[in-house]
């Protein structure tokens, strides 16, 4: 069997890789050469005010790493193995003083036998950040590697560029035979009643002469499959011979994977063991998966489009079909939950994934900018039911298909896959976020869409591909509550016509506690005491808040908590819209995603709806009301109204249920403070399995008296956990 053995590493920088550093530093491992030299240095967090700013030399130069041990006995029939699951970006490693591997590209694994070497010291030499050249400093220069285009600048992520070890790395003593990682993959017939499942299992053997085949004989390989209530619902036996070996098994009527408001979470084990000749394991593997079948299926109007000739391609299938069954997509966009991707955890994963699926929603799209997340995001998202939109590491680039990128980028993308694929969670793969477009200038007879297609293909056949989001059909956009022309959330929803929103959301501001930690305080006076500010940095500041819309709608705040509080009730308004009005577009439209769910550091005002490190905003327990399976809902034409004026709602029973809701009735009030206004009540006859009703507009006068913040109240009947109330704003234009 296998067993771990940790290292104590530490790190240097140098401005040549012939020249040693002159001073070493502890190294957290996992972690980032930054967050160490930081550490030693004694500096401040990278977000407070312009922090980031001096750590820009980082990216230039050469960080050696080194770590020495005693070097272990070995058993008869061990091996030293070096691993490591993650170094970013470009580096080499040496063993003893020697080079042993050199390697472009942070997501592909090494794994080392230095047994001959009789090793008792690692170092790895990380080169400086990748550039395709020296000038402007922004997200450009990522468009020859594979290296997350975020961390050289966004509008809600500083200029850092981690470098370093950034996932598990350790030493392995391994038996001599042992099992490589196997790649698991299963077909669900069309009626979902037989899985047929393969396994690819590889046995690794030191090369001796005259072949290997002695060293395993006698030797087996013993495969079954747990079942998820803990039986084994398979098993098999083979002769264990050097390479590869193709088991197949069959899983009669399967328990089937669903998203959590779909239905449960079923996974099954896979163990893999090999056996010595008395029945002893030697070494074995574990891989839990989930058994569904997902599709990209056309909406039920698309082939009408174009409605005239000459009739061409239509609009590209965007609707999810998971077992069979038409599913709604709700959710957000997730991006990297830190600035450092070694300081990702588990916890950090779970932190903010329980509080997706308590905000029912069911899909999360990994953006491309960002990095590919760990091992721990997809096993919790195959716990939670929350299904994975992942997409390569391409983002607002023009990325050239020369010859060294589309190497480095085949090497990336089957690594990828291969870790992955056999999650349930996992429903599609993309190339990238917004490529085709004015700004990246890329088309689908790019080499690097080519290639990803292809690899997608031979690897993970049966799950979708598309090159980029937004395609035609689907939108990007808005980001604010209301645009440069006015128009409010109300208006441009309910105007748009999508197949997909994969894009769209709200500003609000941070907490008054954050922005009171992360803003100098004489840029946050001005906003604290409601002055205009007399510093440029105070003035971008007002700026940024300006996007919130605030001054727009209310007067100047007395304090910061009320501006917070006033911006944070902007952002939740305009959600629960924005979901709410996708929703009712179904099923010509069926995934909306808001931007964005999470953030990499405290930001100022960001479209996030639950802040740094996992602090929920107003917005995001908004989203988790409106993305309940089952809601009444409201569309309402705006924000504003005046006092005695004609206030008008349009009632809607939305449902992504698999079930039909029977008949019912719902009444609607209007709530000024402690006075009510009745709307009426509107029974209807019940609505069929993810189907919505659309039921009729009715009317109220607004008291003429009627200033400030007031509340619609939808209630209904028996069943108040799908009731809704909506916060809308009664003044007298200025």
């Not at 990380?126 to 990522?142: G, I, L, T, Y």
């Not at 408001?261 to 099954?268: A, E």
């Not at 008054?512 to 007399?534: C, K």
Request: charged share 25%; with cysteine.
């Amino acid at each position: 069997m296998r067993t771990r053995i940790p290292l104590s590493w530490s790190v240097g920088f140098t401005k040549s890789p012939a020249t040693p550093p002159r001073r070493f530093i502890p190294a957290a491992v996992p972690g980032a050469v930054q967050l160490d030299w930081a550490r030693a240095e004694g500096w401040q967090d990278h977000f407070i005010g312009d922090n980031w700013k001096q750590y820009r030399w980082m990216e230039d130069v050469w960080w050696r790493y080194r770590a020495t041990f005693d070097r272990p006995k070995l058993a008869r029939g061990q091996r030293l193995f070096f691993v490591s699951k993650g170094i970013d970006y470009q580096f080499v490693i040496f063993i003893n003083g020697a080079p042993v591997h050199e390697q472009e590209g942070m997501f592909t694994p090494v794994a080392i036998d230095i047994t001959p070497f009789r090793a008792d010291a690692i170092e790895i030499l990380v080169m400086p950040a990748p550039k395709s050249f020296p000038e402007p400093d922004n997200r450009s220069q990522a468009n020859q590697s594979c290296k997350p285009a975020v961390s050289y600048g966004w509008d809600f992520h500083p200029r850092l560029i981690p470098l370093g070890i950034w996932d598990e790395t350790y030493l392995e003593l391994r038996p001599a035979a042992h099992l490589d990682r196997p790649d698991l993959t299963y077909a669900l017939n069309d009626t979902f009643d037989e899985a047929r499942v393969s396994l690819c299992a590889s046995v690794a053997l030191p090369v001796r002469k005259g072949g290997n085949a002695r060293g395993l004989r006698g030797c087996a390989l013993r495969w079954k499959i747990v079942g998820p209530d803990g039986r084994a619902v398979f098993r098999r036996r083979v002769a264990a011979a050097p390479g590869a070996a193709v088991l197949s098994a069959t899983v009669r009527n399967p328990r089937l994977w669903w998203p959590h408001d779909q239905g449960d979470q079923p996974l099954y084990t896979s163990v893999l063991e090999l056996v010595g000749p008395g029945g002893a394991v030697i070494d074995a593997m574990e891989q839990r998966f989930g058994i569904r079948r997902v599709r990209l299926v056309m909406q039920p109007d698309a082939w009408s489009e174009p409605a005239v000739f000459p009739k061409t391609r239509s609009v590209p299938p965007i609707t999810f079909e998971i077992n069979g069954r038409r599913i709604f997509c709700k959710g957000s966009n997730w991006v990297s939950p830190d600035v450092f991707p070694g300081a990702i955890t588990a916890g950090t994963h779970r932190a903010l994934l329980e509080m997706v699926k308590k905000a029912n929603m069911n899909m999360l799209r990994s953006w491309g900018g960002a990095i590919v997340q760990k091992d721990s995001f997809f096993e919790l998202c195959d716990e939670l039911g929350i299904m994975v939109w992942q997409e390569f590491p391409l983002s607002c680039n023009r990325y050239e298909g020369t010859h060294a990128y589309l190497r480095v980028l085949e090497q990336e993308a089957r690594s990828i896959i291969r870790r992955i694929r056999h999650h349930p969670c996992l429903v599609i793969w993309c190339g990238g976020n917004e490529l085709f477009n004015e700004w990246s200038g890329m088309t689908d007879q790019d080499y690097a869409f080519r290639l990803l297609n292809l690899v997608c293909y031979q690897l993970d056949r049966d799950r979708p591909f598309i090159p980029t989001a937004p395609l035609m059909g689907m939108a990007h956009g808005g980001y604010t509550f209301a645009d440069r022309d006015g128009g409010e959330v109300y208006q441009v929803f309910r105007n748009a016509a999508n197949t997909a929103y994969s894009e769209c959301g709200c500003v609000a501001t941070c907490s008054a506690a954050w922005l009171r930690r992360i803003v100098p305080e004489e840029d946050l006076e001005a906003l604290d005491n409601a002055s205009q500010p007399e510093t440029e940095a105070g003035k971008a500041l007002l700026r940024r808040v300006q996007w919130t819309q605030v001054p727009r709608y209310f007067p100047e705040a007395r304090s910061l908590e009320e501006l917070v509080e006033r911006s944070q009730l902007l952002q939740a308004e305009g959600l629960k819209c924005i979901f709410e009005e996708a929703r009712r577009q179904k099923p010509h439209c069926s995934l909306v995603l808001n931007w964005v769910l999470n953030e990499p550091c405290p930001r100022i005002v960001n479209c996030s709806i639950i802040g740094w490190p996992a602090e929920p905003k107003k917005a995001c327990y908004a989203a988790g009301l409106s993305c309940r399976p089952v809601l009444s809902s409201a569309r309402v034409p705006k924000f504003t109204w005046q006092p005695g004026e004609r206030f008008e709602a349009e009632f809607w029973l939305l449902n992504d249920a698999p079930e039909a809701v029977p008949a019912g009735r719902v009444s609607a009030v209007l709530r000024f403070g402690g006075d009510e206004i009745a709307m009426g009540t509107w029974a209807h006859d019940g609505a069929a399995a993810n189907t919505n009703l659309r039921g009729p507009a009715l009317y109220a006068a607004l008291p003429d008296d009627a200033a400030g913040l007031f509340e619609l109240v939808l209630q209904y009947e028996g069943r108040p956990e799908w009731d809704s109330t909506y916060v809308f704003l009664a003044r007298k234009n200025s």
